[in-house]
């Protein structure tokens, strides 16, 4: 039995509790949004794909207690809230703990800036995914729905050492999860920025005002509007090749990731059994922009400034979410130095 420690009880957290739970660890969970007591032995029943159910040890505001013992501590929150998770996490840090960011988004890199130089940085290892597992979404605090698994998901570090000595571990839970040399490429695996915003942009008269009541994909994505994803594809595709990395086209990963069948970019999207009936997000104010934008799009296009590989319509996407936000999406990461480190 292995003790896990969740930061977050979102779609990812719960899920990722329930399922580790369920194979008789003990999993406890950091809850920011106050309780009013701690949760003990807490039920979460998994439907869907597959049925299960699993007992987390502990619900609680107290990051302390959660981490305690923790083989691994997984970071699901969106990249977007964080900073403020990473911080209580240094805090709380006065030996060696592994720390896996599930999805990553940038999040190793982002706590390497946040503990270099100080005596943290020799305690914490860290590794990302390209992405989670299980598309899901949590229905109550009891019961969460997934959808299906995807067949590839790649786990990689900035530090050669931390891959080394954390993969084992993921690979006790998951014997299907892949490794990639450079840190980077991972992030360029992650699809939900290639599709996401672009969707949501396209579809915003509908979406407000319809208040996201309807399929994001199946209605969402027209023949016109998986152009415009192609189109983002491939400019993904051309600042990967800049920076060495060979990279597959979003409809082959359809193939090898969701085993879709479909001929074309638009079926593969439109018609995939396992976003199917996935509702539109209500408003802008979404993790389609708000993590999507800054954490995926955004450093595809600076990293593009970088070598050289224009991105017009990825610049396209963000020009008009800075706009509407009021925001600058491109400032949030800095990424001058990455390259030194991949």
């Known amino acids: 039995m292995r003790t896990y420690c969740i930061l977050g009880e979102g779609n990812v957290g ?87 960011f599930f999805p990553d988004n940038y999040g190793v890199w982002e706590l390497k800036n946040m503990i270099a130089g100080t005596k943290k940085e020799e305690l914490i290892e860290t590794v990302g995914s390209s992405s989670f597992l299980y598309p899901c979404r949590k229905f109550n605090d009891s019961l969460t729905i997934v959808k299906g698994t995807k067949r590839e998901v ?19 839970i998951w014997d299907t999860l892949q490794t990639k040399k450079n840190y980077l490429e991972i992030q360029f695996l992650n699809m939900n920025s290639i599709i996401h915003p672009a969707v949501l942009l396209l579809n915003l008269g509908r979406i407000e005002n319809q208040k996201g009541k309807f399929d994001f994909y199946n209605e969402g994505i027209t023949k016109n509007i998986a152009e415009i994803i192609h189109k983002i594809d491939l400019e993904r595709i051309n600042v990967g090749k800049a920076l060495g990395i060979e990279l597959k086209s979003l409809e082959d990963v359809m ?88």
Do not use: Q
């Not at 969106?78 to 900073?83: T, V």
């Not at 790649?154 to 571990?169: Q, T, Y």
């Open 14 to 100: 719960i899920t990722l509790g329930a399922f580790l739970a369920s194979k008789g660890n003990k999993v406890k969970i950091y809850k920011e949004k106050k309780l009013n007591r701690e949760r003990r032995n807490w039920e979460v029943t998994i439907e869907g794909s597959f049925n299960t159910k699993g007992e987390i040890s502990l619900i609680t505001n107290n990051m302390s207690k959660a981490m305690k013992d923790a083989d691994l501590v997984f970071i699901t929150v969106p990249a977007f809230c964080r900073k403020k998770y990473l911080d209580k996490l240094i805090s709380n840090v006065y030996k060696n703990i592994n720390v896996v």
């Open 154 to 172: 790649f786990v990689s570090s900035l530090n050669k050492k931390s891959l080394n000595h954390i993969f084992p571990l993921l690979n006790e």
């Open 255 to 342: 193939k090898t990731t969701y085993l879709s069948e479909e001929s074309n970019l638009h079926s593969s999207l439109s018609k995939s059994s396992i976003h199917k009936d996935g509702l539109a997000p209500s408003s802008l104010d979404s993790r389609y922009i708000k993590e999507d934008i800054p954490y995926g799009l955004a450093p595809i296009s600076n990293l593009g400034k970088i070598t050289g590989v224009k991105t017009p319509v990825i610049d396209t996407i963000i020009n008009l979410s800075d706009i509407l936000m009021e925001e600058d999406y491109r400032s949030f990461l800095n990424l001058k130095n990455i390259l030194s480190y991949i």
